[in-house]
């Protein structure tokens, strides 16, 4: 919002929210049942005291224009205004409720928006640290790039060709031997499942995936009707897998390197197992490695790169590790695949950002991002032996974890079923945002996903004492 | 494609080109069932003899590789290198064939496809001229940009605040008053419409529309199961949208600022006239104003600028004006239309591009974006003139058109309707690539959308006259 009460006016500042928010429902930007920022929220905006916004609301109730509505909150009257001037409007909450995309989890939707302000303390959050990114780097990189006009028009169909030449070489080194034609470029991972899921998947069709699992917490297969089942990868996964595919199509979704939320990284072996039971029982597999380039270790290579037989779409990212504002990741796939993907993606967006694009092009050819890889890796392994050295000493007896082998998070168990929406809420309260588990797995109570990648030194001391008190109630 | 031939290696050409065929299929990359490159493409990717193509296609045809399937292409056989060798792959085919999302049209396909080869004589892309871009001006304003590493972390759900507040301002200039929180940045129009399908509207709703339409050249609406109706916005409006609604959700997509294809601009009646009735039938507005700034008189205001009941979604975009390749647009819309599209984004794609949102915003608010406008519509003045010219010349026997009051298109009419998917692939022969008219409007054989905004002016001449030629043969 950019609107601020004036102190200078003649009029009080209640009387001015008081305009303001009427003018906001005459010109039709909240229409009949748009949910008001609560008090809290508008006191911060406004920058005044929660009390004189309590008193403009309520003199707005009075006049029928809000309404609150019990434990949910404030909204704009049915009978405000608009019936006043007789004014139809139209219903925008009920097409919102009839359609066809599924909305954000409400507590997802929460850490959105409360991730916008800047007191509060994000534990949770699956990003780098502003003060993690290259950004001096890419400044200096911006004033180099020479555009070429035909690379700013509409892009071809599968994304630079140039940053696509340049991925191939770049992934040789996880031993993924690909073609350009072979890579699409995507806005980010999460867009590769987008069109994964309305491309390639037939309604009804089976993705199966690990628990906990990143999946749950956004749902681009499940808001196109797929059916989601969990399984554990265990000698008995051949068996598992026949008995519950049947003859439907199917396919595996799975996170090798530096699972999130859990923080576990496959061995050569299981990886290799893994693949030849889905290829035998020709289940094809979604490899998502965003975190292939955190692992404070040598990394392990791809499944992809066993692959011969068009069995693996491989995904990959430079949001974990460059920048998430570039929104460019990318998809390894055999050719039907990738030409499907792109036509579809043209259709969605025409493309993606092609200064994006060049900005990545840039920085893996000049050798700068993988200098940045380096000293990533070492500032994220400082952090995590922060956070495991608060852990140690303040939260060993009520929860255990394990020692972060690289990435961002480490998924903390506590031994009692405390992490409930009720504790969300009420840290929330006290500017604290985590990622509790139920996000990733319904039905947990146990975890937290802890993340040492984003808040200050400072921030995860405080927080994570916050935490400890409140758990300890 | 990357590989050519090496004419030093102790292989043939042909050799070569076999072995490589033969690793593709080999690594899984051209999979059983895809259709592989026409001749005409791999020699001309090769830098070879097309009968050199043809030879080594031939051996791999007798060898069981490759089979061609009666006027469609050649194909990976079903029976080639995989039963040989015993291996399993995945038919990515048939997953391609039941999943959701319709491919685009072939026509539209090919258009995707030969654009992006050079030598190609393009006489009807939507979009700007390489040297219509302000390529240049952007390399400087890279330069000067300083980068917010907060800035180019995840987005908040609707975008940079900074571009949000920018575009506030920018358009009021025409009769827009809106606060940032009623914006939302989307990447490009085109996903603008996206969003609004799957949050907006319940499957089976109409989207009623003009005919030709732009929006059946993408399918945005059809992919999520909508019913497109097209009227004509005669005096009977009202009655026609009253008897074809009932009770359905629906809403009216409209062009009412240089229609694409046909460039057609509505008066300020029209405009008024449209609002009230759709306000009277509560039938909620797309308004997709991409074209705006290119009038070449100024523009009348845009319908959102009546709107005092919240009924007019409003889109905008840079890609006609500054660069498509940004991938940035807008939608201006009441609050919780805006929330809960925000809200589909963040789980569609997490954001548009925080560097192209920053490039936007530097651009506008520097006042540099409005100094390129004014040279830009003078720049697409004159080209109009130039192929007006031609066409008073050369089509006035066989086609009818109007002077363009704008943008890039003329909406060429001919007597006869020879405008026929033969002709279109007739002229790719030639090297010329038209926007045939049935792809905005099925039945249509007598237009084509010409655009003087693209070709250079000896591409324009050129193409014009083969295109004559095709047709009076
Ligand atoms: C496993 C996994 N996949 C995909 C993504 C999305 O990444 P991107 O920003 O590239 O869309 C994330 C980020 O949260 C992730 O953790
Ligand atoms: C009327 C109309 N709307 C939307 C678009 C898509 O624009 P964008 O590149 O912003 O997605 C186009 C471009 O072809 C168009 O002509």
Redesign the interface.
């Known amino acids: 919002?950019?609107?601020k009460p004036n102190r200078h006016s003649h009029l009080t500042i209640q009387e001015q929210i008081v305009d303001w928010i009427k003018s906001?429902i005459?010109?039709?930007?909240?229409?009949v049942?748009?949910?008001i920022p609560t008090q809290r929220q508008l006191a911060m905006e406004f920058n005044v005291n929660r009390s004189t916004v309590q008193l403009a609301i309520d003199e707005l109730k009075a006049d029928g224009f809000l309404e609150s509505k019990m434990g949910s909150g404030v909204y704009v009257a049915n009978n405000s205004w608009?019936a006043l001037l007789n004014?139809?409007?139209?219903n925008?909450?009920q097409?919102?409720e009839?359609?066809?995309?599924?909305?954000?989890y409400h507590t997802i939707?929460l850490i959105?928006?409360y991730?916008?302000m800047d007191q509060i303390i994000r534990l949770g959050t699956g990003?780098?640290s502003?003060?993690l990114?290259p950004?001096k780097q890419?400044?200096q990189s911006?004033?180099k790039?020479?555009?070429?006009?035909?690379?700013?028009?509409?892009?071809?169909?599968q994304g630079s060709g140039k940053l696509r030449?340049i991925l191939?070489n770049y992934l040789k080194k996880r031993g993924i031997?690909?073609?350009?034609?072979?890579i699409l470029i995507v806005?980010?991972a999460?867009?590769a499942l987008?069109l994964i899921?309305?491309?390639?998947?037939?309604?009804g069709s089976i993705v199966f995936q690990e628990l906990p699992s990143y999946l749950n917490s956004?749902?681009?297969f499940q808001?196109?009707?797929m059916q989601m089942i969990s399984i554990s990868r265990d000698k008995h996964l051949a068996d598992t897998l026949r008995t519950l595919k049947r003859n439907r199509?199917s396919l595996f979704y799975c996170v090798p390197t530096l699972h999130n939320p859990t923080g576990y990284n496959w061995s050569i072996e299981e990886r290799k197992y893994f693949y030849n039971v889905c290829?035998?029982l020709?289940i094809?597999i979604i490899e998502d490695d965003v975190y292939h380039e955190l692992l404070f270790e040598s990394p392990p290579p791809a499944i992809k790169s066993f692959?011969?037989?068009?069995?693996v779409l491989y995904i990959g990212s430079v949001?974990k590790t460059l920048?998430?504002?570039?929104?460019i990741g990318w998809v390894v796939a055999?050719?039907?695949?990738i030409r499907?993907l792109a036509?579809?993606k043209?259709?969605?967006?025409?493309?993606?950002?092609?200064?994006?694009q060049e900005?990545v092009a840039h920085g893996i050819s000049s050798g700068l991002y993988e200098k940045h890889l380096i000293k990533l890796r070492k500032q994220l392994k400082t952090r995590a032996s922060f956070v495991e050295e608060i852990l140690e000493q303040r939260f060993k007896k009520i929860a255990t974890w394990k020692k972060s082998e690289g990435g961002f998070y480490i998924w903390l168990r506590f031994h009692k079923p405390v992490v409930n929406k009720a504790l969300f809420l009420k840290l929330i309260k006290k500017n604290v945002l985590i990622n509790p588990g139920y996000i990733y797995e319904t039905r947990d109570l146990h975890h937290i996903r802890l993340s040492y990648a984003y808040a200050s030194f400072e921030e995860l001391n405080e927080g994570l004492n916050i935490l400890l008190e409140l758990i300890q109630q």
Chains 1, 2 share one sequence.
């Open positions: 919002m950019d609107w906001r005459e010109q039709g930007d909240w229409s049942g748009t949910k608009n004014r139809s409007q139209p925008w909450q097409h919102i009839s359609s066809i995309h599924k909305p954000n939707q959105n928006e991730e916008q990003e780098l502003p003060e990114l950004t890419i400044e911006l004033k790039i020479s555009l070429d006009s035909k690379e700013i028009g509409y892009s071809s169909p030449r191939c031997q690909t073609n350009p034609e072979n806005s980010g999460l867009q987008q899921a309305v491309g390639l998947l037939e309604e956004v749902h681009p808001s196109s009707g199509q290829k035998e020709n094809p692959d011969i037989s068009g069995q949001s920048s998430p504002g570039l929104r055999p050719t039907p695949v499907r036509d579809i043209m259709q969605t967006d025409y493309g993606s950002s092609a200064f994006s900005i």
